[in-house]
């Protein structure tokens, strides 16, 4: 069954300065790979996904990740961050076929003015 | 509206007590998701309908826990009797095509049940 670790619990970032989190994976097969944002109290919301093609992979809000399938990981970055870019950050993984969506533990961002 | 729809959006249950979550998915979405939250933690597939059928029950946690998707629409999540272990936010998500094909699931924003 794939997994997926999420590296850092919580990654605090000056305001305009760049982040990464880290995203990694274990299946055996082909995936889908997912990033979502969670505001407080609000739903998951879609930042990106890689199906297949470009290993970069550009999302909304200036965000971008790499599909490296060699490290099988899936990153996400953002050059520079700002104050409204704090919240909890999901990676997931699918494995094509009818499998559901895991998700991994979340990486709370916190930008700091 | 255009989102998935959760009802109710806060819930303190007695333990013991049985509750019943509601959720409108987008219309038109074939498949629909119930998720499990815990604090702190990332959400845990519970289980998946394709239209009215329940194809996929496996990470339901005990046999306390029930959904059904009766006319292919609306879904409800039901636990009986419940335990202090099963306070967490329930997400239902729903999606055009069926699971696993690598189209966008889009969340509702929670249903948070508290026992006490």
């Given at each position: 069954a794939q997994s997926v670790?999420?590296?850092?619990?919580?990654?605090?970032?000056?305001?305009?300065?760049?982040?990464?989190?880290?995203?990694?994976?274990?299946?055996?097969v082909s995936v889908y790979l997912f990033w979502y944002v969670q505001y407080p109290n609000q739903g998951l919301q879609l930042l990106l996904k890689y199906l297949s093609g470009s290993t970069l992979v550009k999302g909304i809000n200036g965000f971008e990740a790499e599909f490296n399938k060699s490290q099988t990981s899936f990153h996400l970055r953002k050059?520079?961050?700002?104050?409204?870019?704090?919240?909890?950050?999901?990676?997931?993984?699918?494995?094509?076929?009818?499998?559901?969506l895991v998700f991994g533990k979340g990486t709370r961002l916190s930008v700091i003015a | 509206g255009a989102g998935v729809s959760q009802s109710p959006r806060y819930k303190v249950a007695k333990r013991g007590q049985d509750v019943a979550l509601r959720c409108d998915p987008i219309?038109?979405?074939?498949?629909?998701?119930?998720?499990?939250?815990?604090?702190?933690q990332g959400p845990e597939f519970l289980t998946y309908f394709q239209n009215e059928a329940q194809l996929d029950?496996?990470?339901?946690?005990?046999?306390?826990?029930?959904?059904?998707?009766?006319?292919?629409?609306?879904?409800?999540l039901k636990i009986q009797r419940t335990q202090q272990e099963d306070s967490a936010v329930?997400?239902?998500?729903?999606?055009?095509?069926?699971?696993?094909?690598?189209?966008?699931?889009?969340?509702?924003?929670?249903?948070?049940?508290t026992v006490v």
């Open positions: 670790t999420q590296l850092d619990s919580q990654v605090p970032v000056f305001e305009e300065a760049p982040v990464e989190l880290r995203c990694n994976y274990s299946s055996s050059p520079s961050v700002h104050i409204s870019d704090t919240a909890e950050y999901f990676c997931a993984v699918s494995v094509k076929g009818n499998t559901p | 219309s038109g979405h074939v498949s629909l998701f119930w998720y499990q939250q815990a604090l702190g029950k496996s990470g339901l946690p005990s046999d306390r826990f029930f959904a059904e998707r009766p006319e292919g629409s609306v879904s409800t329930y997400l239902c998500a729903s999606s055009p095509l069926g699971q696993g094909s690598g189209n966008t699931i889009y969340f509702g924003e929670g249903s948070w049940l």
